[in-house]
């Protein structure tokens, strides 16, 4: 959920027609043009005006699925973080319930500095036994360096 206090907010899905779609590549939303502008100059895609969500004007479906990340936080299934050289821009966030607990857990709470991560999305896909075929979106988190 966008929050006034962040720049902009990372989803791994988005409605479409009603219908949840998930996405192969971050969808963010932002509050500002400029901040939208960045993520789409650092991760591809184009910016959109949408005006229809809570705080976050625009958005960028971007042409990424991973992104370097400095974790502030972890709250819940929530994190926030800044990017790696675009620091001034502000905080985004990202929430789920299908983190991997084991590996939120590996990330030093507490620290007063950022721990740098990779997050990316990553595609699970399955067949049945009786031949449907199952794609899942799963959000994944690695530390790259703590204390930066």
Known sequence: M???DHA???HA???MNGRTEVQRAWRVTAGTRHVASVIARRLGGEVYEV???LNDEWEVLTESSAVE???NDISGNGITFTLPGEVEVGE???SSEMWNP???SRIPVGSPESVRCGMALKAVEFTT???LTFLYILPSIEILTSGV
């Open 13 to 15: 899905s988005r409605t």
């Open 102 to 104: 084991v590996e939120i």
């Open 2 to 4: 966008p929050r006034e």
């Open 8 to 10: 902009g907010c990372f």
């Open 92 to 94: 985004f966030s990202f």
């Open 69 to 71: 990340i400095l974790v």
């Open 129 to 131: 036994r009786t031949g």
């Open 51 to 53: 005006g229809n969500s």
